[in-house]
């Protein structure tokens, strides 16, 4: 009997230690199938984030430790000043503006579940260095002496980066002073400035976005296109991968390297995708200054003294020894004062601005809880609740054949005075007209309280725009976005009556949203069924058609046809040969698209804003009652001839015949090698493949253009580089038996060279051949290419030192 006993309580305490043990330890099954794709499996949100964080640094440790240097405000410290002090500056803005302090506030907040995946990710970072080394990390940053274990505040203020735009102010921010003190501006640092504010709002992240509902896809369930264009360097890309808590979330997808969780994705129920809004997250202030103190404003009848704080960071010179620099950054009520260009700060006058997600911290649940929703109802809660996208349109579908839209970005809830004054403005105030119809700004009185942001009951965060407020759309045929605004996310049920810092209405589309909305509608890829299949689906986004030449080339051609040369700054170019190569041109942007080079040399000789307009470029104007037929038709003829010259000469002085296919052109440089690569300028072609080349702050290595051909944007001696576009493209059909998904990451999976994952889908995307996303256990079985399960102590709970 005593023994029997003994066994009994040997027995009960086996079943109590074995729970605490497992408390106290993360375990995750990582299996990676082709593609190097990682379906990771936990039992709880540490352990998942243990594995994700230890998985993605397997991929992209050099991006991850990177990005945290940002974090830590040590850009400069690592790096140098920078080109004229860009990285001094970051790093003063992200230490001005607390987004370190604000990333513990934020942690604090979180649930349990949520600050153990934050601290099992960073876990999971730390012990993939810790096991390789420095030394032995085998990418670009070996042997760097900021690659250091990071922290879970660490890891939550990179993600805080991303979430607020005042960060990428940091030049206006800095060089922003009284008039009486000495100027850290220049000619070339204003030139800079110019362009940030001009690109703030440019959707400098671009996208497109299709929901598929159940009367317009081929089997009656929902179908769903995600596109989004993010760099093809540097942080700002996405990594893939298969989360799963049994019994708890199943869901596969993207987020950008070093956040957990999956931003774009799927799960059995529903799928999602994003695209960057046309709504103004900032709202500028113009302050009226007290006279002899240009550090004092006026705010309706009293005085307001502006704040400011030095700021001291370190700064690694050329010969490596370490400095301090120091900036004093200026506050008004609002936030940081700005040097805008061509405004200043003078004895009268400055400008200030406010941003709608300096309080943001629930994006991370947010995702969550749409990872987990069983239905679209779910995913609609989801952003009721959460109402914490930053930036961005979510366009979702649902296995019962729902399609949903919503612009989630948070913007300022101004009163229906203010607004209306401001309306007013655009009329009779050159600044207030000029900023907004050129760089999409919105200017507003700051000495004036009419104009501060109004408090709603169900606003999530003070003075920001309720879930009921915001543009959002259901059908059963599609909704769609492509960086435009709400007005026509069905072009048969605009969407009107919204606040206008959510973007325009009634007003011009660029060519790319009006292709999306053509190859959407013209049935050109439904067939004679009149409804999209997956198949369809995808031969329709990379059909590559140019919109601008389906608008513009046949004109072309017809004035060019009887014109043999034309004077071209004082040389007779004969064009004659241009003109039969653009006759025999396609229209498209594939690797075998003769004509495409020398098309692109023409339009994008004209400006931008010629794109949505009547005058140089187009002679029928933007009409709101047909936008996606205007503006149309070839205007001026002699321009377009003088045009076509200047094409030709740059082809010319580039060594490349007129007929050259784009294939032979067009590049993107993984390491050494040169992929041939499709697609266009969204902006000027209006291809929704869009793919370009931007600048990147990033430290990784990669290919830049030394010096474009001259008269060419983009055309280098070593062709157009690519380095930015068309990134995770998936395409996702619900069908009885669940989610049938397929995809390409144009960059693919890893950021190693001499990874096998380091090159195989760009020659997918190059191809147009798409891979199975495998989600179902069965077929990530028939798959494995390795499998590890990574056990290790549990870290203990972060406290409000980050620690």
């Known amino acids: 009997m005593i023994k029997k006993t003994i066994f009994t309580i040997l027995a009960i305490l086996l079943v109590w230690t074995i729970p605490s043990c497992e408390k106290h330890t993360y375990k995750a099954e990582i299996t990676r199938t082709s593609y190097g794709i990682p379906h990771i499996v936990a039992d709880d949100y540490g352990s998942l984030g243990y594995g994700e964080g230890y998985s993605a640094a397997e991929d992209h440790i050099c991006i991850i430790m990177d990005e945290l240097v940002n974090a830590r405000s040590e850009k400069a410290k690592y790096h140098g000043a920078g080109p004229n002090n860009a990285y001094i500056n970051q790093d003063v803005v992200i230490k001005a503006l607390d987004i370190s302090q604000k990333a513990k506030d934020a942690f ?42 990071a922290t879970p505040i660490e890891m939550l203020t990179r993600l805080m980066l991303i979430t607020q735009t005042g960060v990428r102010l940091a030049g206006l921010i800095v060089s922003a002073s009284p008039p009486d003190e000495p100027k850290l501006s220049s000619h070339e640092i204003e030139r800079e400035n110019l362009a940030t504010l001009t690109h703030l709002n440019d959707s400098y992240f671009g996208s497109n976005g299709w929901a598929i509902g159940k009367n317009f896809s081929e089997n009656g369930k929902g179908m769903l296109l995600g596109n989004p264009h993010y760099p093809w360097v540097g942080s700002n890309r996405f990594w893939e991968k298969h989360l799963t808590i049994p019994g708890e979330m199943d869901v596969y997808g993207v987020n950008l390297i070093g956040n957990p969780g999956v931003a774009i994705g799927f799960n059995k129920h529903v799928g999602w995708t994003h695209t960057v809004s046309a709504s103004k997250r900032l709202t500028f202030y113009k302050l009226d200054l007290v006279e002899g103190n240009p550090t004092s404003y006026y705010y309706d009848n009293e005085v307001r003294d502006m704040k400011s704080r030095l700021i001291t960071v370190t700064v ?44 943001n911290n629930g994006m991370i649940p947010q995702w969550l809880d749409m990872a987990k929703a069983n239905g679209m109802d779910q995913l609609k809660g989801a952003h009721e609740k959460w109402n914490s996208m930053p930036w961005i349109n979510t366009m979702a579908t649902s296995h019962d054949g729902r399609a949903w839209y919503i612009d989630g970005s948070a913007v300022a809830n101004l009163s229906k005075d203010a607004l209306d004054i401001w309306r007013k403005n655009l009329e009779s105030d050159p600044l207030t007209k000029n900023l907004y119809d050129k760089m999409g700004h919105v200017l507003l009185n700051g000495s004036d ?18 879930y009921e407020e915001k543009p959002k759309q259901e059908r059963s045929d599609f909704i769609f976005n492509a960086n435009d605004s709400h007005w026509l996310t069905n072009p048969n049920d605009p969407l009107e009556g919204y606040s206008p810092l959510n973007g325009g209405e009634k007003t011009a589309r660029s060519l790319r949203t009006r292709m999306n909305a053509i190859m959407l509608t013209d049935q050109s890829h439904t067939g004679t069924d009149g409804k999209l299949s997956q198949t369809e689906l995808q031969n329709a986004i990379f059909s590559n058609r140019n919109m601008a030449a389906e608008l513009l080339l046949d004109d072309l051609v017809a004035v060019c046809s009887d014109v043999e040369t034309i004077n071209v700054d004082g040389n007779e170019v004969n064009i004659s040969n241009a003109c039969e190569v653009l006759a025999k041109y396609d229209k498209k942007l594939n690797l075998n698209s003769r004509g495409a080079v020398l098309f692109r040399e023409w339009i994008t000789q004209y400006k931008g804003r010629e794109l949505t307009k009547s005058g140089h470029l187009f002679k029928i104007a933007f009409n709101e009652n047909d936008p996606m037929n205007t503006p149309r038709e070839l205007a001026n003829r002699d321009l377009a001839l003088k045009n076509l010259g200047r094409a030709t000469l740059i082809l010319d002085k580039a060594n490349l015949p007129l007929d050259v296919p784009l294939g032979e052109v067009q590049f993107a440089y993984r390491g050494d090698e040169k992929i041939p690569v499709h697609g266009g300028k969204g902006k000027h072609e209006g291809v929704a493949n869009y793919i370009n080349y931007r600048p990147s702050s990033t430290s990784a290595p990669f290919k830049k253009p030394v010096k474009y051909i001259e008269g060419s944007t983009s055309l280098t001696k070593d062709g157009y580089l690519i380095n930015y576009g068309s990134s995770f493209i998936l395409s996702l059909m619900y069908t009885k038996e669940g989610p049938s998904a397929n995809a390409i990451l144009s960059y693919s999976q890893s950021g190693n060279p001499d990874s096998p994952h380091f090159t195989d889908q760009t020659w997918l995307f190059s191809k147009k051949k798409w891979r199975p996303i495998l989600f179902n256990a069965d077929e990530i079985k028939k798959d494995i290419r390795s499998k590890k399960t990574l056990s290790a102590p549990r870290n203990k709970k972060v406290g409000a030192n980050g620690i």
């Open 108 to 149: 604090q907040v979180q649930s349990g579940e949520i600050q153990e995946w934050i601290i099992g990710y960073t876990a999971g970072v730390n012990a993939y260095l810790n096991e390789t080394g420095p030394n032995n990390v085998g990418s670009w940053c070996e042997g760097a002496d900021w690659l250091q274990a």
């Open 316 to 359: 690694r010179d050329k010969a490596g020894k370490l400095t301090e620099a120091e900036r004093t950054v200026w506050y008004s009520h609002y936030g940081p004062i700005l040097n805008m260009p061509g405004i200043g700060w003078n004895s009268k006058t400055t400008i200030t601005y406010r941003d709608a997600n300096a309080e």
């Open 449 to 466: 309280s009419r104009f501060e942001w109004q408090h709603h009951e169900a606003a999530r965060y003070p003075g920001v725009n309720p």
